[in-house]
């Protein structure tokens, strides 16, 4: 397991790039998530040791349509041009949802191309992660906040093969009570004794076909990765969940990549706290479906 502990970012995304043969480290960077957003950076480097930057690579227009919470962001290469999936907290009625901005350079700068987030404007929702199915048709898998459904629920919405829009209404995919090893929450500001968390989501095709999500949630108030697998191999699931989390030592938001020399990792930020989150790299093996970390 490798820890930088020079960086501070949480829900960190790695985009390998062949092209260059460089790694670029994407992730929440503002100092206090919690207020107003300055932008994202890209942190680049040739191993997961050594790492140049923080690069910036979007800064909002004056006119951009949030201030604050800007969150998760990933990037994803589609029809040539590199499209980042963030969250962003909205202007126009206080809610969170998921935007999409492109970049022609993995440096950016990223512009815009969604009109605003993606996700329902009067949920709030994020980290929304792009996903492609079998017939090659564009997806957005989401979660459908905690602090607005209690039970926090993981969706997934068609987009536009443009995406620059969803399409449809959105599929509740499951709710974070249906797998074993998420707990309950009492908030100060809830009336519900039973909140549960999900977020983080990352959609990863095992060897075998099999489809696996990863996503995180708390257990007894502790930071904690999950997988789960659609028992169809399909988007839509059915959905069954590993009875125990993958990793539970204050850390998630995790995602799956592999490096270079052939191998996977998973990353994820712990401790799940400000300022001392830290990206985490840690080799795993995955056969026929199952993925376990490698001592």
Known sequence: MLKNENIQIRDPFVFTNKKDGKYYLFGSTDKNIWGPGTGFDVYVGEDLENWDGPYPVFRPDEDFYSEENFW???????NGRYFMFATFFRKDNQHRGTGILVSDSLMGPFKPHSAGPVTPKNWFSLDGTLFIDEEGLPWMVFCHEWVQVED???CA????????????????????????WPTSFK???RKSPNNYVT?????????????LMLWASFVNNVYAQGISRSSSGE??????????PIYHDDGGHGMVFKTFEGNLMLTL??????????????????????IQVVD
Not at 72 to 78: I, S
Not at 278 to 288: A, H, N, V
Request: no cysteine.
């Open 269 to 290: 930020h712990s401790p799940n706290k400000t300022p001392l989150e830290r990206p985490i790299f840690i080799p795993i093996e995955e056969k026929d479906g199952k």
């Open 235 to 244: 988007i839509t699931g059915p959905w069954i969940h590993d009875e125990k």
């Open 72 to 78: 998760a962001p990933e990037v994803h290469e589609y």
């Open 199 to 211: 977020d983080g989501t990352f959609m990863f095709r095992a060897s075998n076909g099999e489809l």
């Open 157 to 180: 919405v068609r987009l536009s093969e443009d995406l620059k829009e969803s399409v449809g209404e959105p599929i509740v995919l499951f709710r974070a009570s249906e797998a074993p």
């Open 187 to 189: 908030h100060k500001t």
């Open 152 to 154: 926090g629920e993981i």
